[in-house]
């Protein structure tokens, strides 16, 4: 999932009808409007179409969410050489991102692989051979002129400090230790990697699955906190739509 949202500050103050007044301002103080850069979230006319999906839900006063993936390096950054075109990566996110609030309360776990086993209770379990957490990062998205802000909330993958192999760290085995984090983090360093070898399908997957299980996770969430006690699950389908 991919959202190409463009600059949030041009739209925020653009479904305000403030952009003349905004952008004289900043001129006054040396800064010109258009320069603010754009999340690397996307790429392309879907992720395009999605941004026009969200901003129209917002401005219509929908109750709607997106949910995507909070990707390092989204989108390539271009650089022309003598050689000709170059693609490096587009590191959107080393100055921070000042329209995103990180929600370190809100986290899934998402398991790969694994296996069902039975537990002590005698009910089937199932436990990942590959355990991450999900964290939540939320974008605003302001709607033209009406006070509705829906969200965009994003996901970071992380592991989970009880899966650090602290053991091996502490014997010298850093990069046996490190691997656990760098498979957690890679879901989210880049929007479409290549996907020629088993090992770029395997990551395209656990990316779509990522999604999905956060998303749905978070969903069910919201939804029983909102229900209070008891949870009454037939409103269910009648209360949400995805």
Same mark, same amino acid.
């Given at each position: 999932m991919e959202f190409l949202q463009g600059r949030a500050l041009l739209n925020a103050i653009g479904n305000l009808e403030l952009s003349g007044a905004y952008a004289q301002a900043l001129r006054?103080?040396?800064?010109?409007?258009? *320069? #603010?850069p754009d999340a690397a979230l996307g790429n392309g006319g879907l992720g395009r179409l999605a941004s026009f999906f969200l *901003? %129209?839900?917002a401005t219509l006063n929908y109750p709607a969410w997106g949910y995507g993936l909070r990707?390092?390096?989204?989108?390539?950054?271009q650089l022309i050489t003598k050689d000709g075109q170059e693609e490096v990566a587009?590191?959107?996110? #080393?100055m921070g991102y000042p329209w995103e609030i990180v929600r370190n309360d809100v986290s899934y776990p998402v398991k790969f692989y694994g296996e069902v086993i039975k537990g002590s209770n005698g009910k089937k379990e199932w436990v990942g051979g590959e355990d991450i957490m999900?964290?939540?990062y939320d974008v605003p998205i302001p709607g033209y002129k009406t006070k509705t802000t829906i969200n965009l909330r994003l996901w970071s993958t992380k592991v989970a400090p009880e899966f650090f192999d602290l053991c091996a760290f502490n014997a010298g085995e850093h990069a046996q230790a490190y691997e656990t984090l760098?498979?957690?983090e890679k879901i989210c360093y880049v929007l479409y990697p290549g996907d020629e070898s088993n090992e770029g399908k395997t990551?395209?997957?656990?990316?779509?699955?990522?999604?999905? %299980?956060? %998303?749905?996770?978070?969903?069910i969430a919201r939804f029983e906190r909102r229900s209070g006690e008891p949870v009454n699950w037939n409103a269910f389908p009648e209360k949400v739509a995805v």
């Open positions: 006054k103080l040396g800064h010109n409007l258009e *320069d #603010e *901003d %129209s839900l990707y390092k390096y989204g989108l390539f950054k587009e590191n959107w996110l #080393e999900a964290v939540a760098k498979k957690a990551l395209r997957l656990k990316q779509q699955y990522t999604l999905c %299980s956060a %998303s749905l996770q978070d969903i």
